[in-house]
Each structure stands twice: as C-alpha cells, then as structure tokens.
C-alpha cells in the first residue's frame, strides 16, 4: 500500500479537525441535558459543561480521568480537558500527574452561599443537635434534587461505627427514609414524572425496585406522616424520617434519624424516636414563619 500524499494527509487531517471541532461542540451522547436549551441564545453553555464536570466527581470516584469524566458527562475529550484546565487555573481542581484529576476545596465555596442563605439550614442547628442528644443517633436535614435528596444540616454522634455523611451528600431518594417523604408529597405530575426518569436499582435484598410497590409505600408515609426504611440502602442501615413543612403546608424537606440496625429497633423508632422527630420537625416549621 502506497503512503498518502502529502495533500491527501492534509485534508483527512483538517476532516478530523473539523470533527474534533464539532464533536466539542456537540454531547457525544444522543441526548444531554441540554438539549432543550439548545435554540435558547442566553444559555451559556460552556458554564454548563463546567458544572457537570463538578457533578462528575463523587465520594466513591475522588480522582478521574479525562477519559471517564467524558465518559460519565457525555462530552467530547476535547471540552473536557479544557473544563478540567480552567477548573484547575481558579483553584477549583487539581492534578498530580497531568492523568488523574480532583476537586479542590476550594469547591465548596459554590454551595456555601446556598447553605448559609437557606432560613433552615441556618436556623436548624441548634434543633438538631438537641435532638441528636436526647436520641443519642444521628440526625439529618434534606430537600429532594431531582432524583436524589442533598444534605443541608446535620448533627453527627461520634462513635466507632458511623455512618458517613455530611452537608452536600447526596443519596438516592426512592430508596431513603427522607426521600421517600419527600417523593410521597409531591404533587401527582411531579411525582409521575420521578417515575418516569427514576432507575429502581437493588442495593440490598430488601430494596424495593418495583414502581408499584415504590407507589404503595409512599401512600403508607401520606397515611402514616412519617418513612421508616429498613436496610434498603445499606445492609445494617435503619432510619426514620417525618415531613418539615412551609407556613403555607408545604413539604420543603425531611428531618430523620439513622442508626444501625442491631443498636436500634422499628419498635423503638416508632415509640421513642418518632414523637422526639414530630416536635423537632414542628419547631423547624416554626423557624421558617
């Protein structure tokens, strides 16, 4: 086989230039997030590229590649590594070897003015870390986000055996005690439309990852003002959570309380824990007047 000429090399050259060109500018995904905003000329979507790659990193994926991050966000290499770069030239993102690449501390300063800002999470901390006394367990503050619920306040018990999380964690709703009271009160188009977009994965053997059955238990919560989910998430894992709700009646997020399974038991969740949760949850209501 005879080499290429030196034109024809040029030209594939400037084909795969034009393709690196577009597929930057294009998901290599067929569908994105942002497709819906595509025709919208003050969508800015270089911003939103950079967010994602944020959202890319997790506790269980600290450091990346440029390849897995392309991978999870469906952008091209190419608008990666120049995302990663700028992130790393504000101090938002870092690199030892120029492969793996982390978020910086930095990284907080974004959601801080979120949290400090929110009239709960500012005013919740004392009330948790009452309750969290008198229970002596963990207590947790959360809103739904899609179809995760975040962590706005939380007040830790120190033990050797603890369950970590903190303000910013994420968790899959359908399958968490706030969560599900959160899903049970969302209005009915809403609510549909979570069970359209939701995967119901197994995270242990006693997970529900049937729609319907999803739908019966959050009926039970609407019935009984409170979720109690059982080692769904995590083997061990037991929690309770009731419903914060707005001066106006709405649900704007979850109080619970989480122990490990052999420490604490249904009976005792729903005979000493939920009465301490009901008060906690009504004096929070009050803080939101």
Known sequence: MSPASPRRAVEKESRGERLARKTDHEPLRPSTPFDEYSGDPNFMTSLARGLAVIQAFSTQKRQLTISQVSAKTGFSRAAVRRCLYTL???GFAGSDDSHHFFLQPRVLALGHSYISSMPLAASAQPVLEQVSHVLHESCSIA???GLDIIYVARANVTRIMSI???VGSRLPAFCT????VLLAHLPPAELDSFFER???TRHTSRTIVSAEKLRQALRLVLRNG???VDQE???GLRSMAVPIQSPSGRVVA???VGAHAQRLSIQELQTKFLPQLRSAAQELSMLLN
């Open 177 to 180: 005690s706030m969560g599900r």
């Open 88 to 90: 790393i030239k504000l």
């Open 164 to 166: 970590d999380l903190g």
């Open 233 to 235: 998430l995590e083997v």
């Open 198 to 200: 939701v995967q119901l």
């Open 143 to 145: 809103t739904l986000e």
């Open 254 to 256: 979850a109080l619970n």
């Open 226 to 228: 409170y979720s109690l």
